[in-house]
Structures are given as structure tokens and as C-alpha cells.
């Protein structure tokens, strides 16, 4: 980490926070009304220092001048001091999150809430399928030699697919109650790999009907549990307002179109970030994002839970000068919410 003077530390805070609020390079005279006890020309002098260090460009000789990525980072890692959400922020989350049903509905309203709290767009991917933990699976005869199989999950969501078997009513109660004896508490994920290993295992070459079970729950859960993720991007036209030039807007809507290199950036940087803290919120400034919208934006996210492991993510997608401190709380409440949320449908799915 740059080790910057007193005065050079104040100069790019005081820098960084008014690029923040309005949006232009910032110059001497501006900073020198900001409080800063210097004359404009001492100030200009640390300018230059910064610019030559990576921390600060000047769009044009006679302008002021702009963060970089590289001071953003310096900010958010050793400079920001995170805000308090209000009471009644706090109290917007809890009521709005207290009114969402459970279903897909879940995930638009999460990212609507967020994305009135930021002012910006918000991104909210559901929980992987092979981490969600499935209740029930039952079985129902259709016609000769096809099977309607039932995924009920522990928070509430239904699956149904087709599958070819033919069976007899007395048989595939027994397959139930094999099922049922292995199905509590794992998940969709778990249960394919037990499922595949059991069914290879010697045990079960000496019992057809136990075989047969797991070869059924096997073909119900393996699909189920290799389907991709939903993502929702709410508040686009939000994010778009920052931007006022028609190459900046054509590569944010490009991103925002390609949601799946959103979340592949979410997955990645959370992962790294959990490996080496105990946290799962990440921050990922400009060109960190490699070629995301030519590196204007910048993305707040962190994991939501179930039972203590990560599920889904969550976040804020704004340009690279976001007001950080405010956000960066906005997008920890809802993860923490939503997990609450999660836990609460899944301790009363136990009840039930």
C-alpha cells in the first residue's frame, strides 16, 4: 500500500469525495474551499505528486483532475469510513422484506428495494441449485412407463419433471420410503453424488428395489441440481442516467445484457474474498472488472446465506465513483435480511 503524507492523504480524500458528489474533475480552487489550509498552488504541487503516482488523471491540460481505479481502491481499502444506515432505512428494509411472499417474486422485490436505497441498479442472483436443500420427492404414476417426479424444496419452491420407468404402485411405495430415509437435511447437490456413489456401491447390487430407488432419485435430482442460476438486474434506468455520452451508454447496456459475466465476477471475487477473510462482501472497482462496460463500473456485492453457507449474492452496479460508505452498508443489510429470510422459511419448512 502507498505510503502517502498527512497532507497528500487529505488532498486525494478531499479529491475522491468531491468527484463523488458532482461528477467533475476536480481542481486547486475547488479543493482550497473544501477546507484544505493550503494556498492552490501547494495544492496543485500534491495534484501533481498524486498524478504521477497513479492516483489522479487530468482529462485536459486546463482541467482538473479525476481519480483513477488505483485511488478508489486506495480509498475503499485504507481510507472510507463506512456509513450507519438510518432508522429508517433500517425500518425499510425490515418492512419490505416482512411483505415479499416466498416464490420468484423473491429476488425482484430484494433487487427493487435495493435499488430505490442506492439510486443505482442492483443485481440479485438466486441460490445455486445444488444448494438448495430438497424436503420432499415423490414419485406419480402418469401413464405406462413414465413417472412424474416432485422436488419440493425447503423454501418452498416446486420442480417437476418427466421420467421414463415403469413401476408398480406397492413398488414405488417402498422406493418412498428408501428415498425418504436419505432425502432430510441435504441438499439437491448432495444428493446427486450419494445418490450416483450408492447406486454403484456393491450394497446395492444385491437389493434391485434400493438399486432402482436410487436410480430414480438420481435422474430426479442430477437435473435439478446442475441448473443454472436466475439473475435480476433491477434499476437500470438509474445507472444509465449517470452516463451522458452514447459510447459510455452503449457499453453499460452491453453489460447489463450480459448478466452472466456478472455473476461469473460476483462468483470470483467472493470466492477469492471469503478465502482470505471472514467477511463475504466484496468491492470491485473499474478495469478490476477486466473489459466491464471499458471500465466504468464498479460492483458492491456479498453473499446471503442458508444455513451458514453462501447461497446467492447480492449487489450494487454503479459507475466506478458510487458513493462507497453509503452503499457499501446498503448492500450488507439486505445479504444479512435475506439470509434471515432464508433461515426463517427453512426452520419453519422443519416444522412443518
Given at each position: 500500500?502507498l ?5 497528500a ?20 480552487r ?8 493550503l ?7 500534491v495534484?501533481?505528486d498524486l498524478?504521477?503516482l497513479g492516483l489522479?488523471?487530468?482529462p485536459?491540460?486546463?482541467a482538473?483532475r479525476?481519480?483513477?481505479d488505483?485511488?478508489f481502491r486506495?480509498?475503499i481499502d485504507a ?17 419490505r ?6 416464490g ?16 443505482t441498479?442492483a443485481?440479485?442472483?438466486s441460490?445455486r441449485?445444488?444448494?438448495l436443500?430438497?424436503?420432499h420427492?415423490?414419485?406419480?404414476r ?10 419440493v424444496?425447503?423454501n ?8 421414463k ?8 411405495i ?7 430415509s436419505v432425502?432430510e ?6 444428493l446427486?453424488d450419494?445418490f ?29 441440481a446442475?441448473a443454472?442460476?436466475d ?6 434506468s ?7 455520452n452514447?459510447e459510455g451508454l452503449?457499453?453499460?447496456v452491453?453489460?447489463l445484457?450480459?448478466a ?5 465476477l460476483l ?5 477469492a474474498?471469503?478465502?482470505i477473510?471472514?467477511n ?9 472488472a477486466g473489459?466491464?462496460a ?16 453462501a447461497a446467492g449474492?447480492?449487489g450494487v ?11 457499501v452498508?446498503?448492500v450488507?443489510?439486505?445479504a ?9 422459511r427453512?426452520d ?5
Amino acid at each position: 500500500m502507498l505510503d502517502l503524507s498527512q497532507r497528500a492523504r487529505q488532498i486525494l480524500y478531499a479529491c475522491i469525495t468531491e468527484f463523488v458528489a458532482s461528477g467533475q474533475p476536480v481542481g486547486s480552487r475547488t479543493l482550497s474551499k473544501k477546507g484544505i489550509k493550503l494556498s492552490p498552488a501547494s495544492i496543485r504541487n500534491v495534484l501533481s505528486d498524486l498524478e504521477e503516482l497513479g492516483l489522479l488523471h487530468q482529462p485536459h491540460t486546463s482541467a482538473g483532475r479525476v481519480p483513477t481505479d488505483k485511488a478508489f481502491r486506495l480509498f475503499i481499502d485504507a481510507m472510507m469510513v463506512v456509513g450507519k444506515l438510518t432508522d429508517e432505512q433500517n425500518a425499510s428494509i425490515l418492512l419490505r422484506f416482512s411483505e415479499i411472499e416466498p416464490g420468484p417474486n423473491f429476488l425482484r422485490e430484494t433487487g427493487k428495494l435495493l435499488s430505490d436505497l442506492a439510486g443505482t441498479a442492483a443485481v440479485v442472483v438466486s441460490p445455486r441449485a445444488e444448494s438448495l436443500r430438497l424436503k420432499h420427492l415423490r414419485f406419480i404414476r402418469t401413464m405406462p412407463g413414465e413417472l412424474l417426479a416432485v422436488l419440493v424444496m425447503a423454501n418452498g419452491s416446486v420442480q417437476n419433471r418427466f421420467l421414463k420407468a415403469t413401476i408398480e404402485e406397492q413398488e414405488l411405495i417402498t422406493v418412498h420410503n428408501i428415498l425418504d430415509s436419505v432425502i432430510e437435511g441435504r441438499t439437491l447437490g448432495e444428493l446427486r453424488d450419494l445418490f450416483a456413489r450408492t447406486k454403484r456401491a456393491s450394497v446395492a447390487e444385491h437389493d434391485a428395489v434400493r438399486k432402482f430407488a436410487f436410480e430414480l432419485g438420481e435422474a430426479a435430482v442430477a437435473e435439478a441440481a446442475d441448473a443454472g442460476v436466475d439473475v435480476v438486474i433491477e434499476g437500470r434506468s438509474k445507472l444509465l442516467g449517470e452516463f451522458s455520452n452514447a459510447e459510455g451508454l452503449k457499453d453499460v447496456v452491453s453489460a447489463l445484457d450480459e448478466a452472466d459475466g456478472i455473476v461469473r465476477l460476483l462468483d470470483a471475487t467472493l470466492a477469492a474474498n471469503s478465502m482470505i477473510a471472514a467477511n463475504s462482501m466484496v468491492v470491485v472497482v473499474g478495469h478490476e472488472a477486466g473489459n466491464l462496460a471499458g471500465g466504468q463500473l464498479s460492483i458492491v456485492g456479498a453473499s446471503y446465506k442458508n444455513q451458514d453457507k453462501a447461497a446467492g449474492s447480492v449487489g450494487v452496479i454503479g459507475p466506478t465513483r458510487m458513493d462507497y460508505p453509503k452503499v457499501v452498508p446498503l448492500v450488507t443489510a439486505t445479504a444479512n435480511a435475506m439470509s434471515s429470510v432464508i433461515e426463517r422459511r427453512a426452520d419453519k419448512a422443519d416444522d412443518d
